[in-house]
């Protein structure tokens, strides 16, 4: 097939500007993986941290989102997005970079990595509000969700192919080091994004009343009859799902036993999940309409999760877990770009940035509350109890989506088969 062909199927590859993006995203999004599961085995094995200490690491991460994100919101929607993507990526390879220099140092704590991950996340914080809105600037409006199926689909391969690499490389060479390969996916990905060529229009310098452009975003994300009750599902499925997050690690290693390579195993799994998902939400997106296809992917997240707390010692165990982790990835990547097409499609430009700081940051925020909550109830009862209690609160949020007019939404404009 000709590069003509091929671009004529598959319309996303006309845009330079689109492939450069995806491919960052795509190297950033495979070290992103590794740390993901390198941070929890760093604090749990070298830092011999307890379940209520991981549960507030991984709140550290996302506290900028609570305390800031509404500010962000605003910012990113008074700036061109480009340079704040590349400024964000090499300001995260440097700080991903003095984690494996403390540990090489002797000088790593459980403060100071924690201290670490808050600016990580802070600086994620913007990163994150511009990468939503800068997509539409790549891409027209009719291949908005299938954009965000090939991003999500790419994150599903480096799910699958980072968590499974990440096990491994952590057994052999330690956490620390597999953080590094982290900032140098960083470093990479905003050396792709700095040399893309994107017409980007600067938004206009009168003055404005930051309360109330907050305001007018919040109005836009509460106040539609789609997206307003889309965005408190979305909070509580973050609240519940950070509460089993961040105690898994947790439970695979110190409760059944296993080790990094097995954990990474289950991971991984999960990560083919997640690209059977993304593959199957253009045919789900297709054949149903947005609302009754995000609210029947979204069941999966309950049940999946279900299944972890059941596994006790074994071969069985590890199958349980490989399972459960498998159908929760299978929900979030036929789920995500679904969701975020649909939201991108029906937000005017000048509140991109704003709606998906605000959705973000309170996603996140959930998280920070979420993720000790999980360690105190794992620390006060044990860490089987607190997953269960975090799979009915899971239930209770997608029932409450699948009663809300949600179920009625509909996208705006008929989206284009293709990559």
């Known amino acids: 097939m000709s590069i003509k062909d091929s671009a004529d199927r598959y319309p996303l590859l006309r845009s330079r500007a689109f492939v450069g993006f995806w491919a960052a995203d795509s190297v950033s999004m495979f070290g992103t993986y590794i740390t993901a599961q390198a941070l929890q085995l760093l604090a749990v094995e070298t830092l011999d941290a307890a379940p209520l200490e991981l549960g507030i690491l991984r709140a550290a991460q996302w506290l900028p989102y609570l305390l800031l994100g509404l500010l962000a919101g605003v910012l990113i929607d008074r700036q061109r997005r480009k340079p704040i993507l590349v400024g964000a990526d090499l300001i995260r390879a440097a700080v991903l970079a003095l984690i494996p220099l403390a540990a090489l140092l002797h000088a790593l704590t459980m403060p100071l990595l924690i ?49 499974g690499i990440a096990g491994w490389l952590i057994k052999f060479v330690g956490p620390p080091t597999a953080i590094l390969v982290d900032a140098v996916s960083y470093l990479i990905s905003g050396v792709v994004l700095a040399n893309l060529r994107v017409v980007e229009h600067k938004p206009t310098r009168e003055v404005r009343n930051v309360r109330a452009e907050i305001g007018e975003g919040l109005r836009w994300v509460y106040g539609h009859s789609a997206l307003g009750p889309l965005a408190p599902s979305s909070h509580a499925w973050f609240f519940f799902t950070s509460m089993v997050s961040a105690l898994y690690a947790y439970y695979v290693v110190k409760d059944l036993g296993f080790d990094a390579a097995a954990h990474g195993m289950t991971l991984t799994i999960g990560g083919l999940g997640a690209v059977i998902g993304s593959a199957l939400a253009t ?5 149903f309409e947005v609302g009754p296809a995000v609210i029947a992917t979204h069941w999966l997240s309950p049940a999946g999760y279900a299944l972890i707390p059941l596994a006790h010692n074994g071969a069985s165990a590890f199958v349980i877990l490989c399972a459960g982790q498998f159908l929760f990835w299978l929900s979030v990547g036929s789920t995500s770009p679904l969701e975020m097409g649909y939201c991108q499609s029906v937000t005017p430009d ?21 993720a000790p909550l999980g360690g105190l109830l794992a620390t006060t009862f044990s860490v089987q109890t607190a997953m269960w209690i975090a799979v009915a609160g899971l239930t209770l949020s997608v029932a409450a989506l699948t009663a809300s007019p949600f179920r009625h939404a509909r996208l705006p404009i008929a989206h284009a088969d293709g990559v």
Request: aromatic content about 4%; glycine content about 10%; hydrophobic content about 50%.
């Open 115 to 163: 201290g670490l991950v808050l600016v990580f996340g802070a600086v994620s914080l913007l990163y994150d509000a511009a990468h939503q809105s800068f997509l539409p600037s790549l891409v027209p409006a009719r291949l908005l969700t299938q954009a965000n199926i090939r991003l999500e689909q790419s994150s599903a391969v480096a799910q699958v192919a980072g968590q």
């Open 283 to 287: 045919k789900i997106g297709t054949r």
């Open 350 to 370: 000048h509140l991109l940035g704003r709606r998906s700081a605000i959705t973000r940051s309170l996603n996140r925020g959930a998280i920070v509350l979420g």
